[in-house]
C-alpha cells in the first residue's frame, strides 16, 4: 500500500509537466487573453509578458510553476473572473460541488447496487451531512423532520398516497369479484383468430390505463386463455402485458403515473405539465403503434421469431418447461364482464370530475362549458381530484358488490390492507424520492445545474431532450424503476427550463420516455417481473424476447428527440417529429417483413 502511495508522487509530476509544457508550446498565449483589446498594443503585449514570466526560458518556468503549486498558488483567473485567483474560485465552489455529489451518490449507488430503496435513502443521509456540515444531532433532525416527516406531512403528498391506496384496493375488489375471469370467458367465446387475440390483449392493456400493477396482474389472467387457445407464446403475450402496462400508464391523465409524475411538480401545474408532454413522449407512443404493426403485418424478429415459431406447433413456452406448471387458479364463474368494467368506468369519471372541480369549474366564470372545462382541468391539483374521484368510486365499488352479492362485507374490508400492501414498494420509492428531493432542495443544487446548463450548454441544447431520454434510460435499467428516476431527473429538469418553455416540455417528456424505456428493458424492474407471472412465461425468456423490440422503440425515439430538439431550437413545431417517428418505425417493420425475417 505504501509503495502504491509514493507511486502516487512520479506520477502526478509527470501529468504536472505533460500539462505544462502543452500549455508552453501552444498557440495561445496567456499576456494576449489577460490584456484583451490592448494586446494589438506591442509594448503593452511584451510588458505584460514579462510581469507574467513568460519571455522567461522554458525549464525557469517549469520550475517556477511547480513551486507555485507546492505553495498553493494556481494563479490568477484569465477567462472565468479576471483577476481573481484560482484558490478563491475554486474555494467558493467547493460547497455546491459536494451538494451536487448528493444526486450522483444516488445514482451510482443505483447503478452499483441496482437496488432503489437503499440507494435513495444513503443519498437522503448524505443531504443531511452536508446541510448539517457532518452534525450528528443536525444530520437527524434534518433527514427526519425537514426530510421525510415533512414530505409525508405535505398535503399535496398526502393526496397522491391516499390514491395509491384507494386504488389498490379497488384493484383487489375487482380481481376478487371475479370481474377479470368473467372478461377472459366472454373473449374465449368472441376471438376467432390469433391476430384477434393478440389485438385483444393490446386493446384490454390500454383499458385498464390506472395503474401498470392492475394491468400486469389484470391482462395476464384474463387473456391468458385466449392467446394459448389461438397458439400465441407465453413470451409474445408477456411482452405485449408489458409493453401496455407503463408506456400506457404514462400517457394517461387518470393514473397512479399521472399522479407521481404530478408529484415532483410544484404549484400544483403538475397534472397540466404531464399533459402537455403527452405527444411527446415518444418512446410510449412508438412502443404502442409498434406493437399493433408486429401484429398486423404479422412480423417477429430476434428470439421472439423463434418463439412464435415454436407456439405454431404448440410449444407455446419457446421449448423450455412451464416455469409455473400445477400452478392452478380458483375458478371465479360468479363474476361477470360488467364487474371489471363498472368499477374502472365509474373510477374514470369521478377523477374527471374531482380534477376539474379542484380546478374551479364549479364555481363559474367566463366562457362556454368547454372552456371552463378545459381551463379547469388544467388548472386542476391532481392530488386533491384523484383522491376525491378515487374516494366515491371506493364507495361505489362497495356498494356495487354488496348489492350483486360478489363479495361478503368481510371479504371487502380484507381487501383493504390488501391493496395498501400492494402498493407499499410504489408509497416507499416516492416517499424517499420526495425526501432526496427535498434534500437537493435545501442545498441549492437545481439552481447550480440550471445556472450550469444554461452558461456551458448553450450551443448544444438542442440535443438535451435525446441526452435526457439516454440517461433517464440507463438510470430506469439499472435501478428497475421508474418513479425512482422521475425522483431525480424531473426536478433539474425544471430547474433548467421554465414551465413555459418548448424545449422544457420536450426535455420532460423524454425525461418520462427514458424512465419508461429503462424500466421496460430492465430484468430487475417490477413491471417486468409482474408481466412475467402475469403471462406465466419464464422472465429471463421474457427479458430476452422482448429486448429486441424495446431496443427498436428506444433508437426510433432517440432520433425523434434529436429532430424535436432541431425543430425547436429553430422554432418550429416539435410535434412534427412524431409523423416522422412513426414512418421510421413503420419503414423498418416493412423492411423487416420484406427481408423475410419472421
Given amino acids: 500500500i505504501i509503495r ?70 494556481l494563479g490568477e483567473s484569465n477567462v472565468f473572473r479576471k483577476g481573481v485567483a484560482i484558490t478563491e ?52 433532525l434534518h433527514v427526519f423532520s425537514d426530510g421525510i416527516v415533512s414530505v409525508l406531512s405535505d398535503a399535496y403528498n398526502v393526496g397522491i398516497l391516499v390514491f395509491l391506496v384507494v386504488l389498490g384496493t379497488m384493484v383487489c375488489m375487482m380481481n376478487k369479484a371475479g370481474g377479470s375471469a368473467a372478461f377472459g370467458r366472454w373473449a374465449q367465446t368472441h376471438i376467432k383468430s390469433r391476430v384477434g387475440a393478440q389485438l385483444a390483449t393490446v386493446a384490454l392493456g390500454c383499458l385498464i390505463f390506472i395503474d401498470d400493477y392492475f394491468n400486469c396482474l389484470t391482462v395476464g389472467s384474463v387473456m391468458r386463455p385466449v392467446t394459448d387457445k389461438h397458439r400465441v407464446s407465453r413470451a409474445k403475450l408477456a411482452y405485449i402485458i408489458d409493453a401496455t402496462a407503463a408506456p400506457v400508464c404514462i400517457i394517461a391523465p387518470i393514473s397512479s403515473w399521472a399522479a407521481a409524475v404530478s408529484g415532483f411538480v410544484e404549484d400544483g401545474k403538475g397534472l397540466s405539465l404531464f399533459i402537455r408532454a403527452i405527444p411527446y413522449n415518444f418512446y410510449a407512443l412508438f412502443t404502442i403503434a409498434m406493437m399493433v404493426m408486429l401484429v398486423v403485418l404479422r412480423v417477429d424478429y430476434g428470439p421472439m421469431a423463434k418463439s412464435e415459431a415454436l407456439a405454431g406447433g404448440g410449444d407455446l413456452f419457446g421449448g423450455g418447461p412451464d416455469p409455473y406448471a400445477g400452478a392452478g387458479e380458483a375458478p371465479a364463474d360468479k363474476g361477470r364482464v360488467v364487474d371489471l368494467i363498472a368499477p374502472i368506468a365509474v373510477l374514470i369519471f369521478c377523477c374527471v370530475v374531482g380534477m376539474v372541480y379542484s380546478g374551479g369549474f364549479f364555481a363559474g366564470g367566463e366562457g362556454g362549458v368547454l372552456a371552463r372545462f378545459s381551463t379547469a382541468f388544467s388548472n386542476s391539483d391532481a392530488s386533491v381530484g384523484l383522491m376525491l374521484g378515487s374516494a366515491f368510486a371506493l364507495v361505489f365499488s362497495f356498494v356495487y358488490y354488496m348489492l350483486r352479492r360478489a363479495m361478503s362485507f368481510r371479504e371487502m374490508m380484507g381487501c383493504i390492507p390488501d391493496g395498501f400492501k400492494a402498493m407499499v414498494p410504489a408509497i416507499m420509492i416516492l416517499t424517499f424520492a420526495w425526501s432526496l428531493k427535498a434534500m437537493t432542495d435545501s442545498l441549492g443544487a437545481k439552481y447550480f445545474v440550471r445556472d450550469l446548463v444554461k452558461s456551458g450548454a448553450e450551443g448544444m441544447q438542442m440535443f438535451l431532450p435525446a441526452i435526457v431520454f439516454l440517461i433517464g434510460c440507463l438510470l430506469a435499467f439499472a435501478t428497475g424503476t421508474s418513479w425512482g428516476t422521475f425522483g431525480v431527473l424531473i426536478p433539474i429538469t425544471m430547474a433548467i427550463f421554465p414551465l413555459d418553455d418548448p424545449m422544457g416540455i420536450v426535455c420532460i417528456a423524454a425525461c418520462m420516455a427514458g424512465a419508461v424505456c429503462g424500466d421496460h428493458c430492465s430484468p430487475i424492474s417490477d413491471t417486468t417481473i ?16 422482448q429486448l429486441p423490440y424495446a431496443i427498436t422503440a428506444a433508437a426510433v425515439s432517440c432520433i425523434s428527440y434529436v429532430a424535436a430538439g432541431l425543430l425547436v431550437h429553430f422554432e418550429l413545431p416539435g410535434l412534427l417529429a412524431l409523423p416522422f417517428g412513426l414512418a421510421l418505425m413503420a419503414g423498418f417493420l416493412l423492411w423487416k417483413k420484406k427481408s423475410g425475417t419472421r
Fill in 530 to 545: 409482474m408481466a412475467s407471472a402475469g403471462a406465466q412465461c419464464d422472465h429471463v425468456q421474457h427479458v430476452s424476447t
Fill in 4 to 73: 502504491r502511495i509514493l507511486l502516487i508522487i512520479p506520477v502526478l509530476l509527470g501529468a504536472i509537466i505533460i500539462i505544462f509544457t502543452i500549455n508552453f508550446f501552444s498557440t495561445t498565449n496567456p499576456a494576449m487573453i489577460k490584456l484583451g483589446l490592448s494586446a494589438n498594443d506591442p509594448e503593452k503585449l511584451a510588458a505584460m509578458e514579462h510581469e507574467m514570466g513568460l519571455d522567461r526560458p522554458y525549464i525557469v518556468q517549469l520550475g517556477s510553476y511547480i513551486w507555485d503549486l507546492l505553495h498553493g498558488d
Fill in 89 to 140: 474560485i475554486v474555494a467558493e465552489k467547493i460547497p455546491i460541488s459536494l451538494q451536487m455529489g448528493l444526486i450522483s451518490l444516488a445514482i451510482a449507488l443505483a447503478l452499483l447496487t441496482k437496488e432503489v430503496y437503499s440507494s435513495l435513502f444513503i443519498g437522503i443521509v448524505a443531504g443531511g451531512l452536508l446541510y448539517s456540515n457532518f452534525g450528528f444531532e443536525g444530520t437527524v
